[in-house]
Nanobody, 123 residues
Framework: VQLVESGGGSVQPGGSLTLSCETS????????IAWFRQGIAKEREGVSC????????YYADSVKGRFTISRGKAENSVRLQMNDLKPEDTGVYYC?????????????????WGQGTQVTVSS
């Protein structure tokens, strides 16, 4: 199983970016795909996730109302639309996969991770 993130970059505060996570080698009817991020000198934190169970979603309080997770065009892929970006959103964003449908953001539950994509928000 492989996860590949794309779409990172540099934007000014208030700007937008869309991240994509493409999966391969994976076929299961019950799964959750999540986004985590890690800034410099910060712990990895969960951002959002989408479950195969009726596409249930979950968002961290820090991104509610600004970020939207949705299915991508490719099967078992997801997108993360990030609006009104703030400097504190800066970090490496990782896509992660777990077998299970509970939309939760406990990193230890996810057993497959992508390499990450850098997001920098700065003026």
């Amino acid at each position: 199983v492989q996860l590949v993130e794309s779409g990172g970059g540099s934007v000014q505060p208030g700007g937008s970016l869309t991240l994509s996570c493409e999966t391969s080698g994976f076929a299961s009817p019950s799964y959750t795909i999540a986004w985590f991020r890690q800034g410099i000198a910060k712990e990895r934190e969960g951002v959002s996730c989408l479950s195969s169970d009726n596409d249930r979603t979950y968002y961290a309080d820090s991104v509610k109302g600004r970020f939207t997770i949705s299915r991508g065009k490719a099967e078992n892929s997801v997108r993360l639309q990030m609006n009104d970006l703030k400097p504190e959103d800066t970090g490496v964003y990782y896509c992660a996969l777990k077998r299970g449908v509970l939309p939760r953001l406990y990193a230890w539950e996810y057993d497959t991770w992508g390499q990450g994509t850098q997001v920098t928000v700065s003026s």
